[in-house]
């Protein structure tokens, strides 16, 4: 976090995909799926571990996904294809994304615009809910279909969603 931190403070000549790319990668290479987890290339998205618990709710065309954070977790999140809210309900997180750093300590939202992809850091315990609408107010409760609904693992894929 401090080296994306530091990055993003002075002016990037790289774009920030560049560096949380950078990022991600140095994470994939040195995950070993107990104190690193990282996707994979046949599952990139991280799924629920004891290193960061996650919960999935289902109601009328919504999908809300808990993640509990740990003081001093670290998680580079999902390019995500639509507009939605996440809420900080219980601790304190640094935010990275293209729009830069930020902090936000509980209780407190933000406005997740498409095609955002944010680091997260924990500085104490949390909870960070996102909240998606199910796509075309469908009931999908198969996680992996969600996920092929709601992100892309890639900025490319991302581009392709884009101009369909």
Not at 27 to 53: L, R
């Amino acid at each position: 976090m401090n080296e994306l931190q530091e990055a993003l403070k002075f002016g990037l000549e790289k774009s920030f995909e560049d560096v949380v790319a950078k990022l991600e990668n140095n994470i994939k290479a040195n995950a070993n799926g107990v104190d690193i987890i990282a996707g994979t290339k046949k599952d990139p998205i991280v799924k629920d571990s004891d290193k960061i618990p996650i919960d999935h709710f289902f109601m009328d065309g919504v999908y809300v996904r808990e993640m509990k954070m740990y003081k001093g977790t670290a998680v580079v999140g999902a390019i995500h294809k639509h507009l939605h809210m996440c809420f900080l309900l219980k601790g304190h997180l640094t935010v990275a994304s293209k729009i830069g750093v930020r902090e936000y300590i509980a209780p407190c939202f933000i406005i997740a615009e498409p095609g955002e992809k944010r680091v997260l850091y924990s500085h104490e315990d949390s909870l960070w809910y996102n909240v998606h609408k199910n796509p075309d107010g469908l009931q999908i409760k198969d996680i992996i279909e969600l996920e092929k609904q709601i992100i892309a693992v890639s900025y490319e894929e991302y581009e392709q969603y884009k101009t369909r």
